[in-house]
Nanobody, 118 residues
Framework: QVQLVESGGGVVQAGDSLRLSCAAS????????MGWFRQAPGEQRVQVASINWSTGSTYYTFSLADRFTISKDNAKNTVFLQMNNLKPEDTAVYYC???????????WGQGIQVNVSS
């Protein structure tokens, strides 16, 4: 069974940076992709970014590529989300997801809160 554990969230001010981490454990194998999602209060969960585990190719949503960067450490089965110049609208619960076989996001972390104050 795969477990995803997020860390690195917290309360910051606008303009600050945070780095989220997601460590995968359990039934370890090379995922097809891992990604980050976020869910703001009263809204649906949406994808922020994803990364192909083999090629390292990345995908970003909402034009966040200028402030957010997704990266990975294959040896540690860990994916990161570097978030710079944070804005109050980035406030959300951030979730890590894993797509093992290119057929959808099958595994999820418990989520971690990011609060950005103005």
């Amino acid at each position: 069974q795969v477990q995803l554990v997020e860390s690195g969230g917290g309360v910051v001010q606008a303009g600050d940076s945070l780095r989220l981490s997601c460590a995968a454990s359990g039934q370890t194998f090379d995922f097809y992709a891992m990604g980050w999602f976020r869910q703001a209060p009263g809204e649906q969960r949406v994808q922020v970014a994803s990364i192909n585990w083999s090629t390292g190719s990345t995908y970003y949503t909402f034009s966040l590529a200028d402030r957010f960067t997704i990266s990975k450490d294959n040896a540690k089965n860990t994916v990161f989300l570097q978030m710079n110049n944070l804005k109050p609208e980035d406030t959300a619960v951030y979730y890590c997801g894993a797509d093992p076989f290119s057929r959808g996001w099958e595994h999820w972390g418990q989520g971690i809160q990011v609060n950005v104050s103005s």
